[in-house]
């Protein structure tokens, strides 16, 4: 079982999507993320691709960010992702986009980014194409944090 660490959500359990085609991050990991992400996450806009259970936004909202992007094409992840959004009580907050991020990142998002997490799945080469599409992209501008 995932939870939230801290922030205004915390202790609060997240669901994850059953099988091995998510790969949750571990509170030992996520504190550290976090940690480093704090300065900032006041008022941000997050966006979380490739996000799975989407506790890595979730966190990101907890922890003080405005807005998050949750972008995610599985269906059992989307459903979690809804789950854990309206038990956090961030649906205001939240933007779930169920596509494919490169469609997502061409389109679907319409704010620019204070911070972008992707951790895609291994050996894809997603996260070139990912940051090959920001390169010339509206979301992004030079003080945009790009966590991968």
Do not use: W
Request: hydrophobic residues 40%; contains cysteine; glycine residues 6%.
């Amino acid at each position: 079982m995932m939870r939230v660490i801290a922030g205004s959500a915390r202790r609060l359990l997240l669901k994850t999507p059953d099988g091995m085609d998510t790969r949750p991050t571990t509170d030992r990991i996520k504190e550290t993320l976090f940690n480093m992400l704090m300065p900032y996450l006041s008022g941000a806009v997050f966006i979380d691709l490739f996000s799975g259970s989407g506790g890595i936004g979730i966190e990101a909202l907890s922890r003080g960010a405005s807005k998050a992007y949750f972008v995610e094409n599985n269906q059992k992840a989307i459903a979690c992702i809804t789950d854990n959004i309206k038990h956090t009580h961030f649906d205001e907050k939240s933007v779930v986009l169920k596509q494919d991020v490169f469609a997502a990142l061409r389109g679907g998002i319409k704010d620019t980014a204070d911070v972008i997490f992707l951790d895609p799945p291994y050996n894809q080469d997603y996260e070139k194409r990912v940051l090959e599409i920001l390169r010339d992209s509206d979301i992004v501008n030079e003080d945009t944090l790009i966590v991968v």
